[in-house]
């Protein structure tokens, strides 16, 4: 089975600019959950789709937006980027949550600059 | 809200020696628990969790954890440090919400000495 591939792995943006940022899950996996994770800290969460809906959000403003497809694969939008948004952004997928687990990709490291 | 204190930032410990990482969450309601590792540049990979079975849980790589309810604990422990073994390990709680989100720990960097 194939796990949970995001792209690109590294991607560089001006302060002020959009970026998009991709996720396919793994096979059969219904739930996408997207985290950030700062340098040197844990992972927080930014919100989770699942059937196309989103089914939660975490602390993060409206300028993070996503999307999911009836793939189940996912994207990850942040508007005016700013220097914070610089990050590691990972992508968790789960059949129906969190009892079975979540598969991470190996994540998007974005740099604003 | 679910919160995670994980007690050192930095552990280092011997080869062979007894690896001990601490996580303690804070709940009202047993919640599930997890560890995670992470190796540099890479994503998290699951090592065990717990979901209500057995207090004791065993996951990869001989990795085991105890959950205790009366402590609110839930620390990983490995009889025998190797070498691979160093990384980024993050403990963390889910919501019981509808979205079921992971809520992580601040992270301890293990390093194994030769």
């Known amino acids: 089975e194939t796990g949970v591939t995001q792209s690109p792995t590294h991607l560089i943006k001006t302060r002020g600019q959009q970026v998009t940022l991709r996720c396919s899950s793994q096979?059969?996996?219904?739930?996408v959950s997207w985290y950030q994770q700062a340098l040197g800290q844990g992972p927080q969460f930014i919100f989770q789709?699942?059937?196309?809906?989103?089914?939660g959000r975490g602390n993060f403003p409206p300028r993070f937006s996503g999307l999911q497809f009836p793939n189940y694969s996912s994207e990850l939008n942040v508007n005016a980027l700013e220097l914070d948004d610089s990050a590691l952004y990972l992508c968790?997928?789960?059949?129906?949550?969190?009892?079975?687990?979540?598969?991470f990709g190996s994540g998007t490291r974005l740099t604003v600059v | 809200a679910q919160s995670v204190t994980q007690l050192g930032s930095h552990v280092s410990v011997s080869e062979g020696a007894l690896v001990l990482l601490r996580c303690n969450y804070s709940?009202?309601?047993?919640?599930?628990l997890f560890w995670y590792v992470q190796y540099p540049n890479q994503g998290l990979q699951l090592l065990l969790k717990y979901t209500s079975a057995a207090t004791l849980v065993k996951g990869i790589n001989g990795f085991e954890a105890e959950f205790k309810k009366s402590e609110t604990s839930f620390h990983l422990t490995k009889p025998s440090a190797h070498m691979s073994d160093a990384a980024e390990y993050f403990c963390?709680?889910?919501?019981?919400?509808?979205?079921?989100?992971?809520?992580f720990g601040s992270g301890t960097q293990l390093t194994v000495l030769p």
């Open positions: 709940s009202s309601v047993p919640p599930y």
């Open positions: 963390a709680v889910s919501d019981r919400g509808s979205a079921r989100q992971l809520t």
């Open positions: 968790a997928s789960s059949l129906g949550g969190d009892r079975y687990g979540y598969t």
């Open positions: 789709y699942y059937r196309e809906e989103e089914n």
């Open positions: 096979s059969g996996h219904n739930t």
